[in-house]
């Protein structure tokens, strides 16, 4: 890595990063299948049962994506501190070319935040998809795979909230950003103004 170079994120988090984005991508088109009943979509799929079978095991590849980011990302977005309250208070500087920010560590309060609804979201979807995949028969839907059928769906309107939101901040909203997730590494002199706490800490 050449000297002006930081390492923001390793290879497996990079990897793991883009299966949940696919896995993602995939389970919104075949989820919106279900809803809309869409048969153009269920026939991409090879018909509405295989996409069905498809959209459970891409669910248990995202689930399995989401559990490998807790290592990283559950300890620094759990890590809350004044520099956060500062960010969200000023809301990150968005809306006003003159707020003054303090110095941000490795992640800002908005993408601890986004890490925190990706977090709950995944988990609830996951563990209600998992529960409506192996419901006993349609005939008798018991309360508790009515309630899975609630949050699944109520969670997938979350995120449908959510990920745009996180996509625009990763790219348009913050040029430079998205070769975090393609390289792993940033401009010492670009991480320095979102991140000078973190670029501090570590040692340039
Ligand atoms: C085309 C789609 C996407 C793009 C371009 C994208 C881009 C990025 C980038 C550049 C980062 C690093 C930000 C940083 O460290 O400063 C990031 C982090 C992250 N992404 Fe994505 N992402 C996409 C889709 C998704 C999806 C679908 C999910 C979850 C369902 C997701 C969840 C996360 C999480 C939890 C983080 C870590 C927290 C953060 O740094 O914001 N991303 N993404």
Do not use: C
Request: glycine share 8%; net charge positive; proline share 3%.
């Amino acid at each position: 890595m050449s000297n002006n170079m930081i390492k923001k994120v390793s290879g497996l988090e990079i990897l793991v990063h883009w299966t949940m984005a696919i896995s993602f991508f995939i389970l919104v088109i075949s989820g919106f299948g279900f809803m809309f009943h869409m048969e153009g979509v269920g026939s991409a799929f090879g018909g509405f049962e295989q996409m069905k079978t498809i959209h459970n095991w891409v669910g248990v590849v995202f689930a399995a994506a989401l559990f490998l980011t807790i290592f990283h990302y559950l300890p620094v977005a759990l890590k809350f501190t004044s520099d956060d309250a500062a960010w969200l208070s000023k809301a990150g500087g968005y809306l006003s070319k003159k707020a003054q920010l303090p110095p941000q560590d490795e992640i800002n309060a908005g993408q601890k935040l986004l890490y925190i609804a990706v977090l709950v979201l995944g988990t609830a979807i996951s563990v209600t998809g998992v529960i409506i995949w192996l419901r006993p028969d349609m005939a008798n839907l018991n309360s508790a795979v009515l309630l899975s059928f609630l949050i699944h769906n109520i969670s997938f309107v979350l995120f449908l909230i959510v990920i745009p939101v996180h996509i625009y901040m990763a790219t348009l909203a913050n040029p430079g950003t998205l070769r975090i997730m393609i390289s792993g590494t940033v401009p010492v002199e670009w991480a320095r103004k979102r991140h000078a706490k973190w670029v501090q800490k570590m040692g340039y």
